[in-house]
């Protein structure tokens, strides 16, 4: 009787550990090559792997047969990290990137520039989403926060504490996103605090130019090194490094 109680108490507090804090398992491939690219050339390098992989896989560019687009979150991101292009997996993405491995040549062509592709590194890990009580410091880049419909209520600000509570909440709006995209239901409040932002610059994104920042922030919810947020995710805008991993490079 007393062995009863015991595994059934057990059972509640497991339960109740599993309601109070979710947990969702994402597998994050980082694929990093032997060679250096311009920041402008992100966008080339991108085009350059989905040709090379072919434009029937979908989930390297995100356009559809009849010229729509697939809004969904990148689950193929295409990066600089340091000077080099880096592709990063999410989910989905690890299983589909043997597309371009199996390639007999990974010879691209970013613009008219001949690259001759060379792994450096390959990060596989397996990484718990989660949100915590306890906060992290992490710096966002070339963050495009802002939609046609909000940049001009943003420009209607008074103060740069209304606009940094108004980066807030779309912060904390693209870490719900992401979390949608990757199958992960955060039932937990967010907590987020940006500490520092950056003078903002325009961002050359899809033939146009817009408003970009680099930020500082600090949130209770645990996001992977390299993993994007807000608008051209698949492009490299909106990385986020962990600050005690940017205090490395």
């Known amino acids: 009787m007393q062995l009863g109680c015991t595994i059934i108490l057990i059972v509640c507090i497991l339960k109740m550990q599993l309601n109070l804090a979710p947990l969702k398992k994402l597998r994050i491939l980082i694929v990093k090559f032997d060679t250096e690219i311009a920041p402008y050339e992100v966008p080339a390098f991108r085009a350059a792997i989905a040709e090379k992989v072919g434009f029937e896989h979908i989930i390297f560019h995100n356009h559809k047969k009849d010229g729509g687009f697939l809004y969904k979150y990148p689950s193929i991101q295409y990066k600089r990290i340091g000077r080099s292009p ?3 997996c999410v989910e989905e ?18 613009g008219d ?21 306890n906060t992290f410091a992490y710096e966002i880049r070339n963050w495009l926060p802002l939609s046609q ?18 980066l807030e909440k779309k912060l904390v709006g693209n870490i719900i996103s992401m979390a949608k995209g990757i199958g992960w239901d955060i039932d937990k409040q967010i907590k987020l605090r940006i500490t520092k932002l950056s003078d903002a610059r325009r961002i050359p994104y899809k033939q146009q130019k817009l408003m970009g920042f680099q930020a500082d922030f600090q949130t209770n919810v645990f996001i992977p090194n390299n993993l994007g947020l807000g608008k051209g995710v698949s492009m490299g805008m909106g990385m986020v490094l962990s600050k005690r991993e940017n205090n490395k490079r």
Do not use: C, P, R
């Open 93 to 110: 993405g690890v299983d589909e990137i043997h597309h371009f491995f199996q390639k007999k040549s990974w010879d691209i062509l970013i």
């Open 86 to 88: 880096a592709i990063v």
């Open 149 to 166: 419909e909000n940049y001009q209520a943003f420009l209607n600000l008074e103060s740069e504490l209304d606009e940094i509570e108004f």
């Open 113 to 133: 520039k001949e690259v001759k592709l060379k792994v450096a590194s390959l990060n596989l890990n397996q990484i718990t989403m989660q949100v915590w009580e």
